[in-house]
């Protein structure tokens, strides 16, 4: 097809020619042959018809003349057959000479033809061959880039985990600097909170035991009563009101217990009247024999 | 700049702190066990014609004090003596200390009655606990007395006041005629009013009150042989049970009154029977070899226990009131006698001897736990009050035996001073029916 479109005039051409050399092959010899045949009837087709001895005669030189004319006719008709013959012969060999000829140009034909193609073949190789080597020359770039550009994303990785493990060494780093300064902070605060709980513990156990004193006991099983009294202080440790906010179910126990945390004021206070706001409202437990 | 930082970070803490715990909460555990101060002023008796023979205030300021739970303000202490309301200073009796705080007022009332108002109050609530009017006959006003001091114990204490119960108890005293002369007394809790119920050359043991209080049985060796004697106390009149060959003793009566359990040694040794008092007939319900004797019901009236020398050594054992096998109760010590429930059945008081002193002991019989309630040598014959705050016993004041009571914990004992000689196995009465 490639062909075709290259060189159509010469292909339609070399086509037509094949064909009419396919068609002489073929058909050639037949047409001859039936030029034989129809050439028999003309030369049977002589008849004679005697009339009269003068007429005969007329007719015999008549007829010798024309016999003699057709001799001479039959002898140029052969002559001209032979001719023919010769002619058609030589037609015949120059034809055979011509298709000899033809073969052989169309030998020769196919012979450049396939040198051609095999040209064509070699050249299309040979351009394969280079395409191929193009390809893998590309391949070979392509995956050289490949490689490159792996070695540039790994390196890029590798870069950025460094860059994420020198971030989070350096907030690691502040953070472990902020929770020091935290904990310092804290430990400050607890610290003041310590001393401050301290201070607050010894004086709830100075009004524990100064509430213990007051309290008398009511008699009789009190063990698992459980009694909440709410107080109010004054700043000097007076009692504003005691309320008992949880009752025991025991009207005696409560009575006694609210007393007992009236009874003990003036309740002992910090002089620090920071301090001192922790009591101002105070929740005395009473679980007589809890712990 | 550091020194504001310090101290606003200061701030920030207690204020954290503060919030943390808006209310401090303070545990209580324990308190004292020591006697409510109270304050009993004299009731006013200008309103009654002729004024009184007695001192209320003073009769229920002694019973609140025997009591053990009460310390009463002396009258010498008192900065002022309100008979009302309205002329009360509460700063007044706080400042003396005092919890509570009764006043009265008696007057005259029609038929020669008078009638008694008093009130409590609270000293630091500053409110009146409880208040009462009680119309009564002159001769009565003792009662009347027992009856504040019951109303006040109870208020105080959350536990019914025992002061108008009574006791019985044996005395024995050398007479004109140069004889031991025995004695049944009952008397007010107080002491008050003693009556004597039976006198009797030869010994008399172990009264025993009927379940209503109207009832006194006892043991009684006249004739010389022991028999058991049912006296009613209105009328006097008593009457004797059928007695036996041998012992006829330690009478006591089944909650229901029915039933008296008693030992007899009629059949050999000691045994405890139990004897219908309508059928008047005996049953026997223990039976052993030893010496079986001195049951007491249980409050359901269902067990009786008695003290036995069964195993070696006298015991507390229990029985079931139909019969059956006996349990022993006690294991703690080599001897435990005398044994009475407490009336809720809790408890069982009893004599239990440690380093060869006989001491007042009680047994919970939940835990099995022995507490030790007397300090004396030779303390005898436990009686719960009915309220089971007290136990009344007898115990030896130098040479002579006399009355004493003990709180039921232990912690407040109390000598009771009483006329008749030897005084001993005081037995408290019911409440009043």
Known sequence: MDLFKKHPIAVMLSVIFHLALVIFFVFGAELFNEKKIESKPTVNVVKATVIDESKVKAEAKKLKELEKKKKLQEKK??????????????????????????????????????????????????????????????????????????????????????????????????????????????????????????????????????????????????????????????????????????????????????????????????????????????????????? | MKRTMKTVLLLCTLLSFSAMSEALRIEITQGVSSAQPIAIVPFSTTQVAGGLAIDIAQIVSDDLARSGRFKPLPRTDMLNKPTSAEHVNFRNWQSLGQDNLAIGRVSSAANGMVTVQFQLFDVYRGEQLTGFSISANRSDLRGVAHRISDLIYEKLTGQKGAFSTRMAYVTSKLGINGQLEYKIQVADADGFGAKTIVTSSEPLMSPAWSPNGDKISYVSYEGRRSSIYTQTLRTGQREKLRSFKGINGAPSWSPDGTQLALTLSKDGSADIYVYNVITRSFRRLTRSYAIDTEPDWSPDGRQIIFTSDRGGKPQIYKISANGGQAARLTFEGSYNARASYSPDGKYITMVHRVNGQYRIATLDLKTGFTNILTDGKLDESPSYAPNGSMILYSTNDGLKSILAAVSSDGKVRQKLRLQGGEVREPAWSPFKQ
């Open chain 1, 77 to 291: 008709r052969l002559e001209d057959i032979k001719e023919k013959r010769l002619a058609e012969e030589k037609k015949i060999a120059d034809l055979k000479k011509q298709h000899a000829e033809q073969k052989k140009k169309l030998a020769q034909q196919k012979a450049e033809e396939a040198a051609k193609q095999a040209k064509l073949k070699q050249q299309q190789a040979l351009k394969r061959k280079k395409e191929a080597e193009a390809e893998a020359e590309a391949k070979k770039k392509k995956l050289a880039q490949a490689k490159k550009e792996k070695e540039r994303l790994a390196k890029e990785k590798v870069a950025k985990i460094k860059a994420a493990a020198d971030a989070k060494a350096a907030k690691e780093q502040a953070e472990r600097e902020q929770a020091l300064r935290e904990q310092l902070e804290k430990e400050e605060q607890e610290n003041q909170k310590r001393l401050a709980e301290k201070a607050v513990a010894s004086y709830r156990d100075l009004i524990k035991q100064k509430v213990e004193r007051n309290w008398i006991q009511p008699p009789g099983e009190i063990a698992g009563l459980n009694c909440v009294v709410r107080v109010r202080i004054m700043p000097g440790g007076d009692v504003i009101d005691a309320q008992v906010i949880q009752s025991s179910g025991n009207a005696v126990f409560d009575r006694s217990v609210e007393r007992a945390t009236r009874k003990a004021a003036p309740l002992p206070l910090p002089d620090d009247p920071r301090l001192a706001s922790y009591f101002r409202i105070l929740e005395f437990v009473f679980r007589p024999g809890g712990q």
